[in-house]
């Protein structure tokens, strides 16, 4: 797929100038004879919101983790704002800029709001823990996302509900001035009203110039907050493009059987080629 | 770090399902719920109410453990009145103090989840080793027969940590090993350094430790000096939040806090520098206190000032979140096990100093029991991420009251160690009775 052609799937028409934040190319990921990921090309852009869906096993969370840094893809490319760059460990990706929510979150129940804001990058002054500094900081960071209900930051993070739990490891991503923000499934386990407060913080996420990579298995929720959507079928990025071009229906139909080529705008000659 | 255009989007409200929007909007509430540290001036009232929550929630942290041993003082006191004298509660505190260091050297490994059964004979090692190179033929100074002796315990600790980490086998059984393995080195040692399976303590430094005593006055020096220093550090903290914005507890329960330490050092002092002695004046507070007292200052502030405190709990929290914070695993867990050998190695000299030997007959495999207890009594969680240093001192002197009392009244060994266990039991069912309240809050 050449380059021209994937900006116009993947960014708003207007912004096609514009350089993403993040490019893959290629990327292919390999688990012994099965074919995860086979030559996925992605554009992230910056200040967007990008939905990725696909069925189970597509090859989702095998993407994700090939970006955050946990596994090195077999083969491909990774571009940061159009420089090749390897991400070898989840440091490397937190030193980009990229910060991952992940699924089952990986937070410390048994430490409040604020340890586990910095744990691994704790302030110091004379080589002992400073806690005021981490507490302003931590306080400053939720009520720039407007989360104003979890009043003491000083609660155990075991004591928090789904919602605000969500809220603290992104405001922990946020806080380390993360650019994209990539979030693995981050309202499958919210009620409904705890749904609309994690797309709300995913919605502030983009209006703070934070890119963001969403991954859901609810289209409702996609649908609501993201400006591009990409479908993976058994490790192929089979269609992308604004939201726009999307409904619901179209949606399934691509997750389900990969069939459809991409946007109704595009036509059927979009089909990517076979390995 | 905020970018200036942020927008003027409405507050997300994190509250529970069910509430009306206004519920949720009322400042200081949490889904309804007031929240009493939300407000930068608490009250008194606010910041009960606050504490009263986290009880709730199963964080009764040390109040059970207070309780129980003033229950026990009770009942004690009331079956035989020499309890509480200075004599004997001067006693206890001598006694109590190899349970509590034992317990403070389980706390660290407890703390990641892990466990250290052989703690107990690495006591033991620690001791032999200490009192060989201190008495004849070597007659090493004290301070040389210490180390030596701490750095061996602090060698062994490492090794099961490394086999821990390394080979990723379960604690338990690396240390069960442990436990069998040192029984052997203490006997092996015993038998060719020692006299009829046992090694007399013939360095005066190393019997004072638990027979020697500071001088009354001394003694008040030091707990005038303790007090204010705690006093001006608190009160330096609750300043420096409020400066920055932050809540701070009220200053009441700040001073409350502060007189309570007070009072307890005070008191502590007072019993001691009591003339105990029945033919010759022996009074003053025992050396062995003040060496606890600093174990359990430094070992605090280790766990809840410096960084590599906060990854332990961390670690034994959330082993998977620590490792993607990018907390080193490896070391900090080293870290852990290596302290609870050195540790281990310091109560094992205190239990010689206070025996005046070492013996073939040290039972290491009882000694770790009751430190596992006395750290668990007092508060800390076996599935890690949870304990204090504070909690083997209380746990410690619970099982020392226990051992005490149950002497004076001329109760045997079988009733001590039912009793033990009672008490053991209770305190991990209050923990879990507290913990259940927590699904429902
Ligand atoms: N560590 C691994 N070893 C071997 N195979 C793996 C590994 N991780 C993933 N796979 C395989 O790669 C494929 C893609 O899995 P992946 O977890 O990325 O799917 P997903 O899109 O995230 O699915 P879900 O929606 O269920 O989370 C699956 O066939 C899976 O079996
Ligand atoms: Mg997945």
């Known amino acids: 797929m050449s380059l021209t052609e994937e900006r116009r799937a993947t960014g708003d028409p207007g912004e096609s100038a514009q350089q993403p934040l993040l490019s893959l190319r290629g990327i292919r990921k390999n688990f012994g004879a099965v074919q995860a990921l086979r030559g996925v090309d992605l554009d992230i852009m910056p200040g967007k919101i990008a939905a990725l869906v696909g069925d189970n096993g597509a090859g989702k969370s095998t993407l994700i983790k090939t970006i955050a840094g946990i596994w090195s893809p077999s083969a491909g490319e990774l571009l940061w704002e159009g420089r090749p760059v390897t991400i070898r460990s989840p440091r490397e990706a937190d030193n980009l800029g990229i910060a991952t929510v992940y699924q089952d979150l990986a937070l410390c129940d048994n430490l409040d709001i604020v340890q586990n804001m910095f744990l691994g990058h704790e302030v110091l002054s004379r080589r002992l823990l400073d806690e005021t500094k981490m507490e302003k900081k931590a306080k400053e960071t939720l009520s720039d996302l407007a989360v104003t209900t979890v009043s003491s930051v000083r609660q155990l993070v075991g004591s928090l509900s789904g919602g605000q739990r969500q809220s603290v490891a992104v405001a922990r991503a946020v806080m380390r001035e993360a650019r994209l923000v990539i979030m693995d499934e981050p309202t499958a386990a919210l009620g409904v009203s705890q749904t609309a407060q994690v797309l709300d913080l995913i919605r502030r996420l983009g209006d703070r110039g934070i890119a963001v990579l969403l991954i859901s298995h609810n289209l409702t929720d996609v649908f609501s907050v993201a400006d591009s959507l990409a479908v993976l079928y058994l490790g192929k990025l089979v269609s992308s493009g604004s939201i726009s071009d999307y409904d619901t229906q179209k949606a399934v139909e691509i997750i389900t059987t990969g069939a459809s080529g991409g946007p109704a705008s595009q036509g059927r000659e979009r089909t990517l080629p076979a390995d | ?441």
């Not at chain 2, 500071?214 to 330096?236: D, E, H, K, R």
């Not at chain 2, 939040?241 to 008191?267: E, H, N, Q, S, W």
């Not at chain 2, 359990?296 to 809840?304: A, H, K």
Request: glycine share 12%; charged share 10%.
């Open chain 2, 1 to 441: 770090m905020a970018p200036p255009d942020t927008p003027p989007t409405a507050p997300i409200q994190l509250g529970e399902d069910g509430l009306t929007p206004e519920d949720l909007a009322r400042p200081g509430t949490l889904g309804g719920i007031p929240m009493p540290e939300s407000e930068p001036d608490s009250t008194f009232g606010q910041y009960l109410t606050a504490w009263a929550k986290r009880i709730r929630y199963g964080e009764s942290g040390i109040l059970p453990v207070v309780a129980g041993l003033i229950v026990l003082i009770i009942i004690f006191q009331v079956q035989d009145s020499v309890f509480l004298s200075a004599g004997n509660l001067t006693n206890l505190l001598v006694q109590g103090s190899v349970f509590v260091l034992l317990g403070m050297a389980e706390v660290w490994v407890l703390i990641l989840g892990e466990i250290d059964l052989s703690v107990g004979y690495n006591a033991g090692v620690g001791a032999v080793i200490t009192a060989i190179l201190a008495g004849p033929p070597h007659n090493l100074p004290w301070w040389v027969a210490i180390m030596a002796g701490t750095a061996a315990c602090a060698t062994f600790g490492a090794l099961w940590g490394v086999l821990v980490i390394r080979l990723r086998l379960p604690s338990f059984v690396v240390t069960l090993a442990g436990l069998l393995g040192l029984e052997g080195v203490v006997l092996y040692l015993v038998s060719t350094n020692g006299t009829g399976g046992t090694i007399r303590i013939t360095n005066n430094v190393l019997l004072d430790i638990t027979n020697g005593n500071l001088s009354p006055a001394a003694g008040w020096i030091v707990a005038v000096v303790a007090i204010v220093l705690f006093a001006v550090l608190t009160i330096a903290r609750d300043l420096r939040r409020r400066r920055g914005g932050l809540v701070a507890p009220p200053m009441a329960i700040t001073l409350v806090k502060v007189a309570f330490v007070a009072a307890a050092t005070v008191a502590l002092v007072l019993i001691c520098n009591t003339n105990r002695g029945e033919l010759i004046t022996l009074e003053g507070v025992p050396y062995v206190v003040l060496i606890i007292a600093g174990f359990l200052v430094l070992y605090t502030f280790m766990l809840s000032r410096t960084r590599f405190g906060r990854y332990l709990y961390a670690i034994g929290g959330n082993a998977e979140a620590a490792r993607r914070g990018g907390v080193s695993l490896g070391w900090n867990r080293l870290w852990a096990f290596t302290l609870t050998g050195f540790t281990g190695g310091a109560a094992g000299i205190i239990y010689a100093s206070r025996l005046g030997s070492i013996s073939n007959n040290i039972d290491g495999g009882t000694l770790v029991l009751y430190a596992v207890a006395a750290a668990v009594i007092g508060g800390a969680s076996l599935f890690g991420g949870r304990g204090k240093m504070i909690y083997p001192v209380l746990g410690g002197l619970v099982i020392a009251t226990i051992y005490n009392g149950m002497g004076l009244l001329g109760l045997a060994a079988s009733y001590q160690y039912m009793v033990t266990a009672l008490v053991l039991l209770a305190a991990v069912t209050i923990d879990a009775l507290a913990r259940r309240g927590r699904t429902s809050t």
